[in-house]
Each structure stands twice: as C-alpha cells, then as structure tokens.
C-alpha cells in the first residue's frame, strides 16, 4: 500500500507571499501520478496540479507549482502571490499508473493573512 | 450536469438507523468512485464502479456499507445500522474514462452525523 505523509497540518502566509507545502509518499513503483488538490470549506475537492512521475519537468499551473523529486519520493507545492481564495485544505494524493484509486495524505490548512 | 452532485448535503441520524446517500456524478463519465473523510483527514477510498459494474469494494470498513449504481450512472451508497463511527463526510467523484491519468472530479460530499 501508498503512504503519503504531509508533515504540516497548518501553515500560514501573508497576502501576496510564497508558501510552498510538503508532501513525500512511499512506494515501490516507477511510474505513477501525483497530485494536489483543495479543499475549501464549501469541501469540493479541486484538483490543483497533476505530475506524471515519468515527466522530469516539473508541472506548473498559473501561481502553483510543483518540486518533484523522484529519487526522494517528495512532491512539494508552492503557490506564488498568496491569495485570499487561496485559504483552503490541501490534500497531496497519489495514484499508481496500474490502478484507480488515489491516495491521500492527511492535509495541510493554509491560511492566507491579508 | 455541470458537475458531480450529491444529496443530501447534511444527514443526521440516530445510531441504528440506515442511510442512502446518493451520488449524480457528470454525464458521459463511466467511472465512479466513492471515498470517505474523517475529521481532519484526507479522504479514504471505498468503492469503485466501472459503469454499473463494481469492481472494487476493498474500501469498505464492513458488511453493513453496500453501494449500487444499477444503470451505470447515479449511484447510491447505503449504510445500515450506522453507528457513531460511520460519522464523516462522504465524497463521491467521477472520471470521464478509466486510466490513471484521468482526473476525477469531487462532489461537495455529503457530511453525516450519527448520533
């Protein structure tokens, strides 16, 4: 079975700041799919940012971007210039390529200080 | 529809009590996955369904957890003789295709409170 740890169960930000989230999982599979998702209190779970474990460049979405690291098992996540939406839960989760559940981690809250 | 609808949004119920939580995941997607999230913690899978068939049921913590989706499109999950335990928020998602690159897109879940 997928562990996915994320060591941060808050993190806080000023307005227009960077923060970046942890995340490391443990498998023993080569080809996989990472993911972020948020989670606001309304509590749909919005899909962020998706890496493919066999891509070298790291994915990047508008003001969100990942630090995969393969070799260390780490998928980090920074969001640039902090926004007020930005206030959510964030959940990093995997998926092997053989299958079609994901894995989740416990979460991290940010909270985003005007 | 425009997106993964669930009903109800909130349940409470008395412990001992069945429960059907009802899942309407987007048009045209065959894939449909149904997860629970505890307090403060990231969802956990439970059930998958390919069209109307069940192909994995591996999450369910018991017997009394019993999902369906009969025409391969909405599908329903029904607890029986809940206990405090089963209080949670249930998520359902769905996916155009199956693959694990498809991305599955979240309803707003449906929290439940045994009381």
């Known amino acids: 079975a997928q562990t996915v740890t994320q060591s941060q169960p808050e993190m806080s930000v000023q307005e227009a700041e960077t923060v970046t989230l942890s995340c490391t999982y443990d498998?023993?599979?080569?080809?996989?799919?990472l993911f972020w998702y948020k989670q606001p209190p309304s509590r749909q779970m919005i899909l962020v940012i998706r890496q493919e474990a066999y891509k070298q460049q790291n994915a990047t979405e508008n003001r969100f971007s990942v630090n995969f690291q393969k070799a260390a098992k780490s998928f980090s996540l920074k969001i640039s210039d902090s926004q007020l939406g930005d206030a959510a839960m964030y959940f990093c989760a995997y998926r092997s390529a053989g299958d079609y559940k994901l894995s989740f981690g416990a979460g991290t809250t940010v909270t985003v200080r005007a | 529809g425009a997106g993964v609808s669930q009903s109800p949004r909130y349940k409470v119920a008395k412990r001992g009590q069945d429960v059907a939580l009802r899942c309407d995941p987007i048009s045209g997607h065959v894939s449909l996955f149904w997860y629970q999230q505890a307090l403060g913690q990231g969802p956990e899978f439970l059930t998958y369904f390919q069209n109307e068939a069940q192909l994995d049921k591996s999450g369910l913590p018991s017997d009394r957890f019993f999902a369906e989706r009969p025409e391969g499109s909405v599908s329903t999950l029904k607890i029986q003789r809940t206990q405090q335990e089963d209080s949670a928020v249930y998520l359902c998602a769905s996916s155009r295709v199956q693959g694990p690159a498809q991305p599955q897109h979240f309803g707003d879940g449906t929290r439940l409170s045994i009381l």
């Open positions: 498998t023993s599979e080569s080809d996989y799919y």
